[in-house]
């Protein structure tokens, strides 16, 4: 639901992956940004009314989003999905932080589009992090990319997990992600993206950005 330019971003690229997909917009004008040998449906309507989402095919759906511009209609399209049709796998944009908490505890995932992008700002500016990559709420756990000393190059991923308490999900390596196994070793350059208890996320940082020393790693 929603063709604005996330809306229509998604399901360009949820097509080209070979998905079938169909888009709700209450303004027709909107399915323009939408790529000219778009294959998918294009249904002029609310994303929350029953008669246009089962006309986009929900009964048959395997997915939801909600990515209008209107935090209302995201949330009420994102409860009739899931309460009235039953369809679990809905992802829900919201402006407004306090209520994607909400949300998040009731199930229905959730994008803060104002925090997300904050952090992401952030990230940029501060050369200290921890950088927040993504922050579960619910189950009180984070993704974080910190910043490392470079004195932690050349030691395995094992090594860094036990200095941290935490664990290394995966490594950045030349622009490609790299699955952390245990024995892989840390190279100059990479950036590591570990989930942390989120209480514990700057303690993370806390090791990592300083040299390690010995008994860091053993």
């Known amino acids: 639901m929603g063709c604005g330019r996330v809306g229509s971003t998604l399901a360009a690229n949820l097509a080209d992956m070979g998905h079938s997909v169909a888009v709700i917009d209450n303004n027709p004008e909107s399915f323009r940004r939408l790529p000219e040998d778009f294959p998918g449906q294009r249904v002029t309507g609310m994303g929350f009314d029953r008669d246009a989402l089962i006309q986009a095919g929900i009964e048959e759906a395997v997915g939801f989003a909600a990515v209008s511009n209107g935090d209302n209609s995201n949330i009420i399209a994102a409860r009739v999905v899931r309460e009235t049709f039953g369809l679990d796998n809905v992802v829900t944009r919201i402006y407004d932080p306090s209520r994607a908490a909400v949300y998040e505890r009731l199930g229905i995932a959730t994008v803060p589009t104002v925090r997300w992008t904050a952090d992401q700002v952030l990230r940029h500016l501060i050369p200290l992090g921890p950088h927040y990559d993504y922050v579960d709420s619910v189950a009180h756990m984070t993704l974080i990319t910190p910043d490392i000393d470079s004195s932690w190059f050349g030691h395995t991923v094992a090594d860094i997990e036990d200095a941290t308490d935490a664990r290394v999900a995966y490594l ?42 010995e008994g860091d790693a053993s």
């Open 172 to 213: 950045t390596r030349l622009g490609r992600g790299i699955i952390a196994s245990a024995d892989l070793v840390v190279q100059d350059g990479d950036t590591l993206h570990l989930i942390a208890e989120q209480d514990k996320a700057g303690g993370v940082e806390h090791v990592l950005v300083r040299p390690e020393q």
